[in-house]
């Protein structure tokens, strides 16, 4: 007999970040389809919704107030504010499929992927840059790996290698702050 906790160990957020043009959606879009057990978290933003967006499944359409209600109380992992919109990561709903053990991808950009190490120290890290483009050695140093976007389908196939090893000491989820 095994208890709960036992039975399946919590899972390790992996954030793949990089660049505007880096490519993050398009290979977000190759992992889910090669792996559809990785769960990729919707986005909070205060922006208006755009046709055909569905609240909760392309978004999470959000006032002002309640953005910033959420981002008080610790309710989103990571936030930013574009142009006059913030954009954020519902940390809540992350917390649970990582708890049950679902691998989660997280595409970011380099700045919301530092705000997600400073919360949870222990999430993995994938720079993904294109192809010519060498990062600053700084931002190199801060990522565990790093990806050179020359052909989607083998970025695709290293994440999922990568997403398949998800499973650290269960004591990693603990979170800052």
């Given at each position: 007999?095994s208890?709960?906790?036992e039975?399946?160990?919590?899972?390790?957020l992996?954030?793949?970040?990089?660049?505007?043009?880096?490519?993050?959606e398009?290979?977000?879009?190759?992992v889910?389809?090669?792996?559809?057990?990785?769960?990729?978290?919707?986005p909070a933003t205060?922006?208006?919704?755009?046709?055909?967006?569905?609240d909760?499944?392309?978004?999470?359409?959000?006032?002002?107030a309640?953005?910033?209600?959420?981002?008080a109380?610790?309710?989103l992992l990571?936030?930013?504010?574009?142009g006059?919109?913030?954009r954020g990561t519902?940390?809540?709903?992350?917390?649970?499929?990582?708890?049950?053990g679902?691998a989660v991808?997280?595409?970011?950009?380099?700045?919301g992927a530092?705000l997600?190490?400073?919360?949870?120290?222990?999430?993995?890290?994938?720079?993904?840059?294109?192809?010519?483009?060498?990062?600053?050695?700084?931002?190199?140093?801060?990522?565990?790996?790093a990806?050179?976007h020359d052909?989607?389908?083998?970025?695709?196939?290293?994440?999922?290698?990568?997403?398949?090893?998800?499973?650290?000491?269960?004591a990693?989820?603990?979170?800052?702050?």
């Amino acid at each position: 007999m095994s208890t709960d906790d036992e039975a399946r160990p919590a899972a390790r957020l992996t954030v793949l970040a990089g660049p505007s043009g880096s490519g993050r959606e398009s290979v977000v879009e190759f992992v889910r389809a090669r792996s559809p057990s990785v769960w990729v978290p919707v986005p909070a933003t205060t922006r208006p919704r755009r046709e055909p967006e569905i609240d909760g499944e392309d978004r999470v359409f959000l006032t002002v107030a309640e953005f910033e209600r959420r981002a008080a109380a610790g309710d989103l992992l990571e936030w930013s504010r574009i142009g006059p919109y913030h954009r954020g990561t519902p940390y809540p709903p992350l917390r649970a499929r990582l708890d049950a053990g679902q691998a989660v991808l997280l595409p970011l950009d380099v700045a919301g992927a530092q705000l997600v190490r400073a919360r949870l120290p222990d999430a993995r890290l994938v720079l993904l840059s294109p192809p010519g483009h060498r990062p600053d050695a700084a931002v190199a140093a801060a990522f565990g790996h790093a990806l050179t976007h020359d052909h989607t389908g083998r970025v695709a196939d290293e994440l999922v290698g990568l997403l398949g090893s998800s499973y650290p000491d269960p004591a990693w989820s603990r979170v800052r702050g």
